[in-house]
């Protein structure tokens, strides 16, 4: 029996670990997200300057293998959903690790309203709780394709697809007490309008002048 081959890394550690500036984003990005550690958005850093070497590679050359070459990344990342229909190679150059960071099944989760907080999102994926396309995915990282974003839900097993369950009973609450508070808040800010535009109405009202 051969040896065991050793995977190799998907990320690259920065050059320079006690950077203030990146250590504060890198921060940022984890509890936005729900990164897990800084290995994975170091993964993502690392896609991401992939594809920016491929478009310059592609971008500086004439033949027609790079044109062949630049149309099938452009539609590569078109399908992931990280660039819209008729896209640049500046397009791909300008892709930041926000735009990649809300393809993650964890953000979508979150953003459909299957999970409260990424952390929560992150603990129904690792628990096989989501479906993507009828597949159950245990990955919070995989990144969701663009033909896949109708396609998550709760597992058919899952008890989380029962409505009576405590974990979604209390979220529905929390949506309706979110709703409810915006509600008054616009009600609020009309009559707060309402009052300005009487003040001001009154203001600019010239007095009747009586004639002897």
Same mark, same amino acid.
Request: charged share 40%; proline share 3%.
């Given at each position: 029996?051969?040896? $065991?081959?050793?995977?190799?890394?998907?990320?690259?550690?920065?050059?320079?670990?006690?950077?203030?500036?990146? $250590? &504060?984003?890198?921060?940022?990005?984890?509890?936005?997200?729900?990164? =897990?550690?800084?290995?994975?958005?170091?993964?993502? /850093?690392?896609?991401?300057?992939?594809?920016?070497?491929?478009?310059?590679?592609?971008?500086?050359?004439?033949?027609?293998?790079?044109?062949?070459?630049?149309?099938? @990344?452009?539609?590569? %990342?078109? /399908?992931?959903?990280? &660039?819209?229909?008729?896209?640049?190679?500046?397009?791909? @150059?300008? @892709?930041?690790?926000?735009?990649?960071?809300?393809?993650?099944?964890?953000? =979508?989760?979150? /953003?459909?309203? $299957?999970?409260?907080?990424?952390?929560?999102?992150?603990?129904? %994926?690792?628990?096989?709780?989501? &479906?993507?396309?009828?597949?159950?995915?245990?990955?919070?990282?995989?990144?969701?394709?663009?033909?896949?974003?109708?396609? %998550?839900?709760?597992?058919? /097993?899952?008890? &989380?697809?029962?409505?009576?369950? +405590?974990? %979604?009973?209390?979220?529905?609450?929390?949506?309706?007490?979110?709703?409810? #508070?915006?509600?008054?808040?616009?009600?609020?800010? @009309?009559?707060?309008?309402?009052?300005?535009?009487?003040?001001? #109405?009154?203001?600019?009202?010239? +007095?009747?002048?009586?004639?002897?």
């Amino acid at each position: 029996m051969g040896d $065991i081959k050793k995977l190799k890394k998907s990320y690259e550690r920065p050059k320079k670990p006690w950077e203030k500036d990146r $250590i &504060l984003q890198e921060k940022e990005l984890k509890k936005k997200y729900g990164y =897990f550690s800084k290995k994975e958005i170091w993964g993502f /850093n690392a896609l991401l300057r992939g594809f920016r070497q491929q478009a310059r590679k592609i971008f500086a050359s004439t033949s027609e293998q790079s044109k062949k070459e630049g149309e099938n @990344l452009l539609k590569k %990342i078109y /399908n992931m959903g990280l &660039l819209e229909e008729k896209a640049t190679f500046d397009d791909v @150059l300008g @892709l930041s690790i926000d735009d990649i960071s809300k393809r993650r099944l964890v953000s =979508f989760v979150v /953003n459909k309203g $299957i999970a409260r907080t990424p952390k929560q999102a992150r603990q129904f %994926i690792v628990h096989k709780h989501i &479906l993507v396309n009828g597949k159950k995915v245990n990955a919070p990282n995989y990144l969701v394709l663009r033909k896949e974003e109708n396609s %998550i839900e709760f597992a058919d /097993n899952s008890v &989380l697809k029962d409505p009576k369950h +405590p974990l %979604i009973t209390a979220m529905a609450s929390i949506s309706r007490d979110v709703k409810l #508070e915006k509600e008054e808040q616009i009600v609020k800010k @009309l009559k707060e309008d309402s009052k300005k535009d009487i003040k001001v #109405e009154k203001a600019t009202k010239k +007095p009747i002048e009586v004639k002897e």
